[in-house]
T-cell receptor, first 116, second 116 residues
Framework: GAVVSQHPSWVICKSGTSVKIECRSL??????MFWYRQFPKQSLMLMATSNEGSKATYEQGVEKDKFLINHASLTLSTLTVTSAHPEDSSFYIC????????????FGSGTRLTVV | AQTVTQSQPEMSVQEAETVTLSCTYDTSESDYYLFWYKQPPSRQMILVIR??????QNATENRFSVNFQKAAKSFSLKISDSQLGDAAMYFCAYRSAGGSNYKLTFGKGTLLTVNP
């Protein structure tokens, strides 16, 4: 079945530094990638939607200059948390959609980010 | 905007018994998709079952079935013969069928505990 590889699975970084999270679709073309943030025991909160080759569409309240999303190819999307602060500590999940499947979503395994 | 409500923050069930998780949604659209996702402790999102709104027949996947009541905007998940591996957070999700908006709207989740 479809697989999305998300890396790193966990990362600890110092406050003020930037962190990049990658999501790769291994056996299909991800025309659309969704990036979510999840706090402990809470639901997934959509941060942004990106289509290959286009600028990402951010949800209300999400700082686009802080959470940089790149979707330059059909198999790779990245989320860069710039100038990270402790409040950015969270679990980040990507989800890819293939244009060939009308309602199939493949989720990455998530990245736990801790900013110290 | 569509909203998804899961009114049961936590549920528990005895192994081999049956449990039903509730989900209601609010929408003005007539065509859409509904999903149940499972998130075990590993935090990997797993699709449990999905339902197209235009289909009157309730979806089933082995021990998992839904009760889709379109008029009542209700989409409950029934887990039969519960197993220890069913213990997880369960999220109900909605997706519009029209346009190019493919994003999922998630409920807050129900934490299911399976007691041996």
């Amino acid at each position: 079945g479809a697989v999305v590889s998300q890396h790193p699975s966990w990362v600890i970084c110092k406050s003020g530094t930037s962190v990049k999270i990658e999501c790769r679709s291994l056996d299909f073309q991800a025309t659309t990638m969704f990036w979510y943030r999840q706090f402990p025991k809470q639901s997934l909160m959509l941060m942004a939607t990106s289509n290959e080759g286009s600028k990402a569409t951010y949800e209300q309240g999400v700082e686009k200059d802080k959470f940089l999303i790149n979707h330059a190819s059909l198999t790779l999307s990245t989320l860069t948390v710039t100038s990270a602060h402790p409040e950015d500590s969270s679990f980040y999940i990507c989800s890819a959609r293939s244009g060939a499947d009308n309602y199939g979503y493949t989720f990455g395994s998530g990245t736990r980010l801790t900013v110290v | 905007a569509q909203t998804v409500t899961q009114s049961q923050p936590e549920m528990s069930v005895q192994e081999a018994e049956t449990v039903t998780l509730s989900c209601t949604y609010d929408t003005s659209e007539s065509d859409y998709y509904l999903f149940w996702y499972k998130q075990p402790p590993s935090r990997q999102m797993i699709l449990v079952i999905r339902q197209e709104a235009y289909k009157q027949q309730n979806a089933t996947e082995n021990r998992f079935s839904v009760n889709f009541q379109k008029a009542a905007k209700s989409f409950s998940l029934k887990i039969s013969d519960s197993q220890l591996g069913d213990a997880a957070m369960y999220f109900c999700a909605y997706r519009s069928a029209g346009g190019s908006n493919y994003k999922l709207t998630f409920g807050k989740g129900t934490l299911l505990t399976v007691n041996p």
